[in-house]
């Protein structure tokens, strides 16, 4: 019997998951299984997983990750539950931190890493979202209430049970539910991957929407507001800088609408602005350094424009949540 079960969750995944699964057969360690969990996928996708996995399962019904990841755990017969998603080439030691850390820390139940600097596709919004998911996760601190999709490794005994009410931010959810329930949640900086996904204005609208809709309704199940700076961190994967930036940044906004018919306010927006700035500069000057003084001020109104998509995402998810509960009270 594996000591590990590396699941991988696919849907039409036929452009990244050989490269996905070449890396986990290429790991250094190799006391493992590898499973696909397949979500009835119309394209390549089997036809590719079939050759590389120990195990391939087909879900049908809607194609939904965290379906697909309880799919896969059923499956799977080793201790430690190790999830990749399809889009993610892990690096050849990432089994063998992962198997080292659990058999050092028994007091541990998951551990989670986060996305590598360096990331195969070049244009700006690919390269932008990798360095700041990279930059916002380094932020973090070791001890964590969240899981990263991307990469993250349960004890079996400790695997809850997945849930399909959260679409997206399933894995986020799925973090909140051990710690709650008294587990042990670890980030570890060493533990790294590279994102495959490729990234244009309509998918980095779509995706900094729908999880901050998400977010939001995990936060308000969980009582996020009780978890606010805890560990001198914010929510779950989000640090208080990023929350207050993206709290701020409509409210610039609105003031500067307002300010076309109220001239007084544009000291005070010129105030809040300096005060958005100093909550991004190393953020910016991170950038700087990564891609160049050009790539950092377009992000500076790239980032910006982004903390109003998350907040209009966040603002969503909370009137999701409280018009459900209007609908259930009225039943």
């Given at each position: 019997?594996?000591?590990?079960?590396?699941?991988?969750?696919?849907y039409n995944?036929?452009k990244?998951i050989?490269?996905?699964?070449k890396?986990?057969?290429?790991s250094a360690?190799?006391?493992?299984?590898?499973?696909?969990a397949?979500?009835?996928?119309?394209?390549?996708?089997?036809?590719i997983?079939?050759?590389?996995?120990?195990?391939l399962?087909?879900?049908?019904?809607k194609?939904?990750?965290?379906?697909?990841?309880?799919?896969?755990?059923?499956?799977?017969?080793?201790?430690?539950?190790?999830?990749?998603?399809s889009d993610?080439?892990i690096?050849?030691?990432?089994?063998?931190?992962?198997?080292?850390?659990?058999?050092a820390?028994?007091?541990?139940?998951?551990?989670t890493?986060?996305?590598?600097?360096?990331?195969?596709?070049?244009?700006?919004?690919s390269?932008?979202?990798?360095?700041?998911?990279?930059?916002?996760?380094?932020?973090?601190?070791?001890?964590v209430?969240?899981?990263?999709?991307?990469?993250?490794?349960?004890r079996?005994e400790?695997?809850?049970?997945?849930?399909?009410?959260?679409?997206?931010a399933?894995?986020?959810?799925l973090?909140?539910?051990?710690?709650?329930?008294?587990?042990?949640?670890?980030?570890?900086?060493?533990l790294?991957?590279?994102?495959?996904?490729?990234?244009?204005?309509?998918?980095?609208?779509?995706?900094?929407?729908?999880?901050?809709?998400?977010?939001?309704?995990?936060?308000?199940?969980?009582?996020?507001?009780?978890?606010?700076?805890?560990?001198?961190?914010?929510?779950?994967h989000?640090?208080k800088?990023?929350?207050?930036?993206?709290?701020?940044?409509?409210?610039?906004?609105?003031?500067a609408?307002m300010?076309?018919?109220?001239?007084?306010?544009g000291?005070l927006?010129?105030?809040?602005?300096?005060?958005?700035?100093?909550l991004?500069?190393?953020?910016?000057?991170?950038?700087?350094?990564?891609?160049g003084?050009?790539f950092?001020?377009?992000?500076?109104?790239?980032?910006?424009?982004?903390?109003?998509?998350?907040?209009?995402?966040?603002?969503?998810?909370?009137?999701?949540?409280f018009t459900?509960?209007?609908k259930?009270?009225?039943?």
């Open positions: 019997m594996p000591n590990i079960s590396v699941i991988v969750p696919a995944s036929g990244t050989e490269n996905c699964l890396s986990i057969r290429d360690f190799k006391d493992y299984e590898l499973i696909v397949d979500c009835n996928s119309n394209d390549n996708t089997c036809l997983a079939g050759k590389y996995a120990d195990k399962t087909t879900l049908h019904g194609p939904e990750s965290i379906r697909a990841r309880g799919t896969g755990v059923k499956a799977s017969s080793g201790n430690i539950i190790v999830n990749v998603d993610i080439i690096k050849p030691d990432a089994l063998s931190i992962i198997n080292s850390y659990f058999s820390h028994s007091d541990v139940d998951a551990i890493g986060l996305l590598a600097k360096e990331h195969p596709h070049s244009g700006f919004f390269q932008y979202k990798n360095l700041y998911m990279h930059y916002i996760f380094k932020k973090l601190p070791e001890n209430n969240f899981l990263y999709g991307s990469i993250h490794a349960i079996k400790a695997v809850p049970h997945y849930s399909a009410n959260i679409k997206i399933d894995d986020l959810a973090g909140q539910q051990l710690a709650s329930s008294g587990k042990r949640i670890v980030f570890l900086k060493s790294e991957v590279i994102h495959l996904k490729k990234y244009n204005i309509h998918i980095f609208i779509k995706n900094d929407f729908c999880v901050p809709f998400d977010w939001a309704k995990i936060f308000l199940t969980y009582n996020g507001w009780k978890q606010l700076g805890k560990n001198n961190t914010g929510f779950a989000s640090p800088e990023q929350l207050l930036s993206v709290f701020l940044a409509p409210i610039i906004l609105l003031f609408v300010n076309l018919f109220y001239r007084p306010l000291i927006i010129l105030l809040l602005c300096l005060i958005w700035v100093s991004n500069f190393y953020f910016l000057n991170f950038l700087r350094k990564e891609k003084f050009s950092a001020i377009i992000s500076l109104f790239v980032t910006f424009f982004d903390n109003i998509i998350m907040a209009t995402g966040i603002l969503s998810g909370f009137c999701s949540v459900q509960k209007l259930w009270k009225k039943t």
